[in-house]
């Protein structure tokens, strides 16, 4: 063999073994993931109810009426979550407006429970939940007192609040 | 020998000393977290991407086995998607655990040129919230079929 074969030859073999070991490192690889999951609370309200009082039995205070139009939809991860609701202002005199939400799987509804500026609790024990689909149900109340009002309006906040 | 010929010797034998563990770790990932969700539905997947590519000295077809060092925690799920422009057939999203799973099959060296890996992280409410965690995702070749 000649000096120039041999060292071709040489060569050859030096890199071939520069490129085995890539070839065995690249066999295994690994690759580190990191993943977390934040507290997730949501809640959502579909619908516009409207509650019109018209009618009264002689003797008795104005008939309550309901609706039951509305839906509401829930999220968490969290434990012992609870749904609070309130209204910018108070209701006129003699005039009430109540709603009761239907409870996810788990929790506790508080039935109807008359709107305040002030939070009220509506459903407790919230915990650990995907679901829509939930009833709400608004009750608007007159007294005889209360007499005539035109149409109005109160934007119901709801929150949920306090899951651990 | 002539010197020359006997310093490439030398440079060929330093060149073929592979790392103690034999494995090449690719960049990290993360973190992927779970954030945020619609009313009534799971909280939203989160994804991310890396890449790999290289050239391998390959003989006949291989598969990519992928694996965790240890499961994820309950009601979460990590999957992984590798697909290349050529050269191999990925088995689309497949959730990871311990036991060693195909990702890929069929795979010739073109496919690991071009590499996208993805990553997908799923969380039901039933996990709760997790703090960062973190877990090693293994590949390796092996024959095919």
């Given at each position: 063999?000649?000096?120039?074969?041999?060292?071709?030859?040489?060569?050859?073999?030096?890199?071939?073994?520069?490129?085995?070991?890539?070839?065995?490192?690249?066999?295994?690889?690994?690759?580190?993931?990191?993943?977390?999951?934040?507290?997730?609370?949501?809640?959502?309200?579909?619908?516009?109810?409207?509650?019109?009082i018209t009618t009264a039995i002689a003797g008795s205070a104005p008939m309550s009426?309901?609706?039951?139009?509305?839906?509401?939809?829930?999220?968490?991860?969290?434990?012992?979550?609870?749904?609070?609701?309130?209204?910018?202002?108070?209701?006129?005199?003699?005039?009430?407006?109540?709603?009761?939400?239907?409870?996810?799987?788990?929790?506790?509804?508080?039935?109807?429970?008359?709107?305040?500026?002030?939070?009220?609790?509506?459903?407790?024990?919230?915990?650990?939940?995907?679901?829509?689909?939930?009833?709400?149900?608004?009750?608007?109340?007159a007294t005889a007192?209360?007499?005539?009002?035109?149409?109005?309006?109160?934007?119901?906040?709801?929150?949920?609040?306090?899951?651990? | 020998?002539?010197?020359?010929?006997?310093?490439?010797?030398?440079?060929?034998?330093?060149?073929?000393?592979?790392?103690?563990?034999?494995?090449?770790?690719?960049?990290?990932?993360?973190?992927?977290?779970?954030?945020?969700?619609?009313?009534?539905?799971?909280?939203?997947?989160?994804?991310?991407?890396?890449?790999?590519?290289?050239?391998?000295?390959?003989?006949?077809?291989?598969?990519?086995?992928?694996?965790?060092?240890?499961?994820?925690?309950?009601?979460?799920?990590?999957?992984?998607?590798?697909?290349?422009?050529?050269?191999?057939?990925?088995?689309?999203?497949?959730?990871?655990?311990?036991?060693?799973?195909?990702?890929?099959?069929?795979?010739?060296?073109?496919?690991?040129?071009?590499?996208?890996?993805?990553?997908?992280?799923?969380?039901?409410?039933?996990?709760?919230?997790?703090?960062?965690?973190?877990?090693?995702?293994?590949?390796?070749?092996?024959?095919?079929?």
């Amino acid at each position: 063999m000649s000096y120039f074969a041999r060292r071709r030859c040489l060569v050859a073999i030096a890199l071939f073994g520069a490129a085995l070991p890539l070839a065995l490192q690249a066999q295994t690889a690994t690759q580190t993931v990191t993943f977390a999951v934040n507290a997730i609370n949501q809640v959502a309200f579909v619908g516009s109810p409207s509650l019109t009082i018209t009618t009264a039995i002689a003797g008795s205070a104005p008939m309550s009426v309901t609706d039951a139009t509305a839906s509401w939809a829930v999220t968490t991860n969290q434990s012992t979550a609870k749904i609070t609701a309130s209204i910018p202002t108070a209701m006129p005199a003699g005039l009430t407006l109540s709603v009761n939400l239907g409870a996810p799987a788990g929790a506790t509804s508080a039935l109807f429970k008359p709107l305040a500026v002030a939070s009220v609790d509506l459903v407790t024990n919230v915990t650990k939940v995907a679901q829509g689909g939930m009833s709400v149900t608004y009750k608007l109340d007159a007294t005889a007192a209360a007499g005539v009002i035109t149409s109005s309006t109160r934007v119901v906040t709801y929150t949920i609040t306090g899951g651990v | 020998m002539k010197p020359r010929v006997l310093l490439l010797l030398v440079a060929g034998v330093l060149l073929c000393r592979s790392s103690p563990s034999g494995a090449q770790s690719l960049p990290n990932v993360g973190p992927m977290t779970v954030n945020s969700a619609s009313a009534g539905t799971q909280p939203n997947q989160v994804t991310a991407t890396s890449f790999y590519s290289s050239i391998l000295i390959l003989s006949g077809q291989q598969r990519v086995i992928g694996y965790l060092n240890a499961n994820m925690p309950a009601n979460t799920t990590l999957s992984v998607k590798l697909t290349a422009p050529s050269g191999g057939t990925s088995l689309g999203n497949v959730n990871l655990d311990t036991t060693p799973r195909d990702l890929v099959i069929a795979a010739t060296a073109p496919f690991f040129t071009n590499v996208t890996i993805l990553y997908t992280f799923k969380a039901t409410v039933l996990a709760g919230v997790i703090p960062a965690s973190s877990r090693t995702v293994t590949y390796t070749l092996g024959t095919y079929p």
